[in-house]
C-alpha cells in the first residue's frame, strides 16, 4: 500500500497569515492527489483534487501543488473558519486510497 | 444536492455484526459512482473501508474477509456490513460518495457520520 505521510503534524496561525501543509507520498502517486478539511466535529469536506483543482466552491483562498511523491496545500488569508484537519488522500491506481494522518490547524 | 445520511445502532456487542445504511438523496445510484464507507476511530485520522459500484468492487484488504457492501436500488441506499466486530473498531463510519473526473478518483460527498461503539 501507498502510504502517506503529512508535516506538520499540527500548526497554530494567526487570522491573515498563509499557512502550508505537505503531504508525502511513499511512491509516486503522480497527480493523483486529494485534499479534504474536516472541522470539530463535523464530516471530512473535500477540496482539491489532481493535486491542484478546487473543487467547485471552494475558496480560492486554497491551492495545491505537486506531483509525484511531494504535494503541498497552501491556504492564504488564513480565516477562523479553516480550523480543523487537513487530510491528503492519494487515489493512484486500485486501491486502497490512503489518506495521510491529517494536519491539525489552529488559530492563535 | 445530493445529500448521504448513515442509520443503524449506536452500540454493538464485540464478536457481532454491525450493519449499516447510507440513504442516499438528490441522486439515484444507479446513475453510476461508486459508493463507499470510511471509518475514523476517536482521534485518529481516515480509514477507507471499500468501495463499490455496479462494475467494480474493492475492500480494504485487512478488512476483505470481514466486509460486505452492497447495493439497493430501488431504495437508493448501499449498506455496509462488518462481522466478527471488535472493540478496536469503535469510530464514527461514513458514507460517500466516490466520484471520477478523468480517472481521478475522488470522495466528493459525505455522510454526516455515525458514531459506533463496540462494548458489551
Known amino acids: 500500500d501507498i502510504h502517506m505521510t503529512q508535516f506538520p503534524s499540527s500548526l497554530s496561525a494567526s487570522v491573515g497569515d498563509r499557512v502550508t501543509i505537505n503531504c508525502r507520498a511513499s511512491?509516486?502517486?503522480?497527480?493523483?492527489l486529494n485534499w479534504y478539511h474536516q472541522r470539530p466535529g463535523k464530516a471530512p469536506e473535500f477540496l482539491i483534487y489532481?493535486?491542484?483543482r478546487l473543487h467547485s466552491g471552494v475558496s480560492s483562498r486554497f491551492s495545491g501543488s505537486g506531483s509525484g511523491t511531494n504535494f503541498t496545500l497552501a491556504i492564504s488569508n488564513l480565516q477562523p473558519e479553516d480550523l480543523g484537519t487537513y487530510f491528503c488522500?492519494?487515489?493512484?491506481?486500485?486501491?486502497?486510497?490512503?489518506f495521510g494522518q491529517g494536519t491539525k490547524v489552529e488559530i492563535k | 444536492q445530493v445529500q448521504l445520511r448513515e442509520s443503524g445502532p449506536s452500540l454493538v456487542k464485540p464478536s457481532e455484526t454491525l450493519s449499516l445504511t447510507c440513504a442516499v438523496s438528490?441522486?439515484?445510484?444507479?446513475?453510476?459512482?461508486?459508493w463507499a464507507w470510511v471509518r475514523q476511530a476517536p482521534g485518529m485520522g481516515l480509514e477507507w473501508i471499500g468501495s463499490?459500484?455496479?462494475?467494480?468492487?474493492h475492500y480494504n484488504e485487512s478488512l476483505k474477509s470481514r466486509v460486505n457492501i452492497s447495493l439497493d436500488n430501488s431504495n437508493n441506499e448501499f449498506y455496509l456490513k462488518l462481522t466478527s466486530i471488535n472493540v478496536a473498531e469503535t469510530a464514527v463510519y461514513y458514507c460517500v460518495r466516490v466520484a471520477a473526473l478523468n480517472y481521478r478518483r475522488f470522495f466528493d460527498v459525505w455522510g454526516q457520520g455515525l458514531r459506533i461503539t463496540v462494548s458489551s
Open positions: 463499490l459500484g455496479h462494475s467494480e468492487a
Open positions: 511512491e509516486t502517486v503522480l497527480g493523483f
Open positions: 489532481a493535486g491542484f
Open positions: 488522500q492519494q487515489s493512484y491506481s486500485a486501491p486502497p486510497w490512503t
Open positions: 438528490g441522486f439515484s445510484i444507479s446513475d453510476g459512482f461508486l
